[in-house]
């Protein structure tokens, strides 16, 4: 029996033919745009989230799994939040994360299922060519029997082209539904050759998601990915390697982001503001989200620091979700050709006020192959009725 995630169409595994619980859950994701938020920014999230084709991803926060179960059950036995929820164990953050190996835990697994939640394993760091600790995790998911595999894995996972290989015919085989968290790349990896991983394991016959993502979450979803999220905060978009130094710290209520939705980047409210003083005829600075109703961003950065907060949220929100509506149409390849059109276009746009051009554009952009003239399905010419013939060039007629 086969069964589809939006346009994408995957088999089911059960004897009977029919779903079982941890596919229907799957299918319920149908490609959402969630959003990533620790324990304490539950709130905040679940008001900005709770409408259909978001969700969130609520994300243990200083090694307190209790505390995350019980702001999840509040939420959906109280707040009574209807949208899908992940919950992220985070086991494979900082300087104690554990490896691969590690064994789930089981309370862990039991709550998720009480909660009647998607079961998200409680998975360790997965170390570049630990194959033993992939396969681990994939067959210990799979004995659950309703899990999601979670594999937060080195960026060369992806970028070899060999060990991309193994990866895409270890979750194939094992036939478990994967959400990858993705290690920032840094030198020798080549980040390109990241994204052209991602979008290979993307096409395999089994449902992945993407957590920890920055707006790449939408090439992700445009790409095949049943689910992606968004982190609430910059701390929550990417995964720093171990040793890259101190962690970096949540940005503060009062100096959020604003995501600007012609360069696909967020923005300080300092900056922001900076470059509607420089450039204040470029027709970026119009909004037409919900929250902005149409006016300008003048009228978000400019609210008092006790409004805007929440105000910044709801209008970056408004965006990823209207952007997430664009790119997940029923042609996977049409809708990379879409999202690659829009990095060129938001590579420029940043030029246009002086911004810094974001890496992640061009990587996507070097990632997606472009169509070829024997690939697009053009129609042919029509004949003129009256036999008239132009040629390719056409000299103009001297005057008479």
């Known amino acids: 029996m086969s069964w589809r995630v939006g346009g994408v169409r995957f088999v089911a595994q059960d004897r009977d033919g029919r779903l079982t619980g941890g596919q229907r859950r799957i299918v319920a994701l149908d490609r959402s745009l969630l959003l990533q938020c620790r324990t304490s920014q539950v709130t905040q999230a679940a008001e900005v989230a709770d409408r259909p084709g978001s969700g969130l991803v609520v994300t243990v926060e200083r090694g307190n799994p209790r505390g995350c179960l019980a702001r999840a059950r509040h939420l959906l036995e109280v707040d009574h939040y209807r949208q899908p929820v992940l919950l992220d164990a985070a086991r494979y953050v900082g300087p104690d994360r554990l490896t691969a190996s590690a064994s789930f835990d089981d309370r862990w697994i039991g709550r998720q299922r009480e909660l009647g939640l998607p079961v998200l394993t409680d998975s360790g760091y997965l170390a570049p060519a630990d194959t033993a600790g992939c396969l681990g ?122 995501l600007i939705r012609q360069c696909l980047s967020y923005q300080s409210i300092a900056g922001v503001e900076a470059a509607m003083r420089r450039y204040p005829d470029n027709g970026m600075w119009h909004c037409g989200c919900p929250t902005c109703a ?35 149409g029923p042609s996977v390849q049409l809708n990379q050709w879409s999202w690659r059109a829009r990095c060129a276009t938001a590579s420029s746009r940043l030029r246009e006020v ?18 070829t003239v024997s690939r697009l399905n053009i129609p042919a010419p029509r004949r003129s009725t009256s036999g008239t013939r132009f040629s390719r060039v056409a000299p103009p007629r001297a005057g008479r």
């Open 354 to 371: 002086g911004w810094e051009r974001l890496p992640m554009l061009t990587h996507w952009q070097e990632a997606i192959t472009l169509p």
């Open 294 to 328: 149409g006016r300008d961003l003048n009228w978000l950065v400019s609210r008092p620091e006790s409004a805007r907060a929440g105000l910044v949220l709801r209008h970056c929100v408004d965006v990823l979700l209207d952007l997430r509506t664009e790119m997940t």
């Open 137 to 258: 995790i994939l067959e210990r998911a799979a004995r659950l029997g309703d899990a999601i595999a979670l594999l937060p894995m080195h960026p060369s996972w992806l970028a070899d082209p060999t060990a991309r290989q193994h990866l895409v015919r270890y979750v194939e085989v094992v036939g478990v539904p994967v959400a990858i968290v993705v290690e920032r790349a840094v030198t020798p990896v080549d980040p390109v050759e990241v994204v052209r991983g991602l979008l290979e394991l993307l096409r395999c016959a089994v449902p992945v998601l993407l957590l920890r993502a920055d707006l790449a979450a939408l090439g992700a979803l445009g790409s095949g990915a049943v689910a992606a999220a968004v982190g609430l905060d910059p701390t929550l978009r990417g995964l720093d390697p171990r040793d890259a130094g101190p962690p970096r710290q949540p940005h503060q209520a009062g100096r959020p982001s604003v």
